[in-house]
């Protein structure tokens, strides 16, 4: 990031690893580290990363905060508690929304990316989750990145 910074004049950086923070311990000291490195070497940059909502916490983020962090994509699939459990994801929405208000208070813009529709998804569902999105609210811009399921033969949702 150094040499980029100083040859290239390269300012922004993107971790593009949704497992960034996915594995525990290891992965959280990881990011710290690199956290720490960055301000030690008083690089002057921005950068970007991947991760799961159940990894955003307010001492970590404040840190990755400190050392530039400015955005984070989260893959949140649905805000309907439901849809989160047939799809296995381990997680309720309300720990979905909890990550965006950590996220909002350090001013880190949140980009979310959801399963808009699978094949038993009403419009009711599908919309479900938009009033909290409002509520939120990230600066005047709310970036949403939706995902679109697709049904493969072998997969749950397939139907014949």
């Known amino acids: 990031m150094e040499q980029l910074i ?6 922004e950086f993107a971790f593009a690893d949704e497992q960034f923070l996915g594995h525990g311990t290891s992965s959280t000291n990881r990011a710290i ?5 960055i301000l030690r070497r008083g690089l002057n940059c921005k950068w ?10 307010l001492p970590l983020f404040r840190k990755l905060r400190e050392s530039g962090l400015r955005a984070v994509f989260m893959g949140i699939e649905s805000g309907f508690d439901p849809a989160l459990k047939s799809l296995n994801k381990g997680i309720r929405a309300s720990q979905h929304m909890k990550a965006i208000e950590v996220l909002k208070e350090l001013e ?8 808009m529709f699978r094949p038993e998804t009403t419009i009711e569902v599908s919309v ?3 009033p909290s999105m409002r509520s939120v609210g990230s600066r005047g811009r709310w970036p949403l990145w939706a995902h679109w399921f697709v ?3 072998g997969n749950r949702g397939h139907i014949e």
């Open 128 to 130: 479900w989750f938009w």
């Open 33 to 37: 580290a690199i956290a720490d490195e």
């Open 6 to 11: 100083d040859r290239f004049g390269v300012s």
């Open 151 to 153: 049904s493969t033969k």
């Open 48 to 57: 970007y990363m991947e991760t799961r909502s159940s990894d955003v916490s």
């Open 108 to 115: 880190i813009l949140p980009s979310i990316g959801f399963i």
